[in-house]
Nanobody, 125 residues
Framework: QVQLVESEGGLVQPGGSLRLSCAASGLTISSRTMGWFRQAPGKEREFVAA????????NYADSVRGRFTISRDNGKNTVSLQMNSLKPEDTAVYYC??????????????????WGQGTQVTVSS
């Protein structure tokens, strides 16, 4: 059974930082591009960041570039998202996702075949 499990999110003040992790079981992520998406209330799920299976290429949404960093540890079968300089508009449920093997990064939800259950991140004073 494939599972992607995100770490607990939380409440963070504007300007603060938070690190999310995603642990995979039932699949080996070393051959898969991994992505992070988020969904705010009343909005569609949107792309945040993706990293190719080798870790050589990372892509970011314009809204988070320079503030968020995606990384992976294939030995631990995990992918992480370091979020700095958080803003209230970053408030959302954050999801990690896996593409089919040996595909490049993609910002499109349908191109990911496995998803985590999501974790809430709230940025507020």
């Amino acid at each position: 059974q494939v599972q992607l499990v995100e770490s607990e999110g939380g409440l963070v003040q504007p300007g603060g930082s938070l690190r999310l992790s995603c642990a995979a079981s039932g699949l080996t992520i070393s051959s898969r591009t991994m992505g992070w998406f988020r969904q705010a209330p009343g909005k569609e799920r949107e792309f945040v960041a993706a990293i190719t299976w080798s870790g050589s290429t990372a892509n970011y949404a314009d809204s988070v570039r320079g503030r968020f960093t995606i990384s992976r540890d294939n030995g631990k079968n995990t992918v992480s998202l370091q979020m700095n300089s958080l803003k209230p508009e970053d408030t959302a449920v954050y999801y990690c996702a896996a593409r089919p093997p040996y595909r490049n990064g993609s910002p499109f939800v349908p191109e990911y075949d496995y998803w985590g259950q999501g974790t809430q991140v709230t940025v507020s004073s």
